[in-house]
């Protein structure tokens, strides 16, 4: 039975400006940074409320399961905002959304109240696409 | 009509997130309640009223937060325990301590202790601690890890 998930993983153009935006502007934590070649590092980055779930920042590197194509195509697609990576949420959002764009975060769209609750979007530096939400409690 | 019942409110949360980016900024100094509200144009009861309705907890208790944090990402780093204490903004050792293990479940020193021997496995053995899945995916794999287990 699976009962958690524990990683995720996400494309960026550049881990050092990644590991910048995600912890001096978003305001997330480094959970692990190990070197393993001069490339790349095996690196992670939390919330600071959600221990025990990671989000791997991983540079798009040629590698045994990408050829020079396969990371040309998928750093244009990172750059064009193609994945809907993820929703992180917060307990206010307009005043997260405050900070983010005080911070110099890029929002695609404001808070905008929907029936789940409320919602932004933003980009990160490498171009991925998140919301930002404040959502309502749903009772199944 | 409606802009003009939202702009108060957005008066107001620049306000606070002004106030709370001063705490992040400053959690290492001896800041008061006062200086943190005067950051934030309000008096001090209204201003601890107004920065829970927004973030859950009152502004000192967000100060210890984030004083915390700091103290955890310095102990990774290696440095010792009472510089760490003194970085962060505590006077007293014994008070960082009870704080850090109520927060963190262990104590500074064992989370000292902890991070080093996670360093040490860094150093020696990388590999050890990327999940196979990603590692693979990066082609950072010893050769042999892989011959007995094909993905």
Same mark, same amino acid.
């Given at each position: ?12 153009? #550049?881990?050092?400006?990644? /590991?910048?935006?995600?912890?001096? @502007?978003?305001?997330?934590? +480094?959970i !692990? ?22 989000i ?9 399961l990408?050829?020079? #194509?396969?990371?040309?195509? /998928?750093?244009?697609?990172?750059? @064009?905002?193609?994945?809907? +990576?993820? !929703? ?18 890029e ?5 905008t ?6 919602e932004?979007?933003?980009? #990160?530096?490498s171009?991925?696409?998140f ?8 009772? +199944? | ?26 959690f ?16 001090k ?9 927004v973030y ?10 984030v ?29 960082f ?8 479940g262990?104590?500074?020193s ?6 080093r021997h996670?360093q ?9 601690l ?9 082609g ?5 890890q892989?011959?007995?287990?094909k993905?």
């Amino acid at each position: 039975m699976i009962t958690r998930m524990t990683h995720m993983n996400i494309y960026v153009l #550049d881990q050092d400006s990644a /590991l910048d935006f995600y912890t001096n @502007k978003l305001g997330l934590k +480094v959970i !692990i940074d190990v070197p393993m070649n001069k490339d790349a590092r095996w690196l992670t980055v939390g919330t600071p409320e959600q221990p025990g779930f990671e989000i791997n920042l991983t540079p798009v590197h040629e590698s045994v399961l990408h050829s020079k #194509d396969t990371v040309e195509t /998928l750093r244009d697609l990172v750059k @064009k905002g193609t994945f809907g +990576v993820g !929703i992180f949420t917060c307990s206010d959002i307009m005043a997260t959304y405050e900070e983010l764009k005080a911070k110099g975060v890029e929002f695609i769209k404001p808070p905008t109240k929907e029936f789940y609750g409320t919602e932004a979007l933003f980009k #990160d530096d490498s171009g991925n696409w998140f919301s930002l939400a404040q959502l309502v409690p749903v009772t +199944v | 009509m409606e802009q003009q019942q939202a702009y108060p409110k957005l008066y107001f949360y620049r306000r606070i997130v002004q106030a709370k980016l001063f705490i992040d900024q400053h959690f290492a100094e001896n800041i008061e309640l006062y200086s943190i509200a005067d950051e934030a144009y309000y008096s001090k009861f209204h201003f601890a009223r107004k920065f829970k309705e927004v973030y859950q907890q009152t502004p000192h208790q967000y100060l210890i937060f984030v004083r915390l944090e700091n103290a955890m990402r310095l102990l990774t780093s290696g440095m010792p325990v009472a510089a760490v204490c003194r970085a962060v903004g505590f006077e007293e050792l014994s008070s960082f301590s009870r704080l850090f293990k109520r927060k963190v479940g262990i104590n500074p020193s064992a989370y000292l202790r902890r991070h080093r021997h996670i360093q040490k496995q860094i150093a020696e053995a990388p590999l050890t601690l990327v999940p196979h899945c990603f590692a693979y995916q990066y082609g950072w794999t010893v050769k042999e890890q892989f011959q007995t287990n094909k993905i």
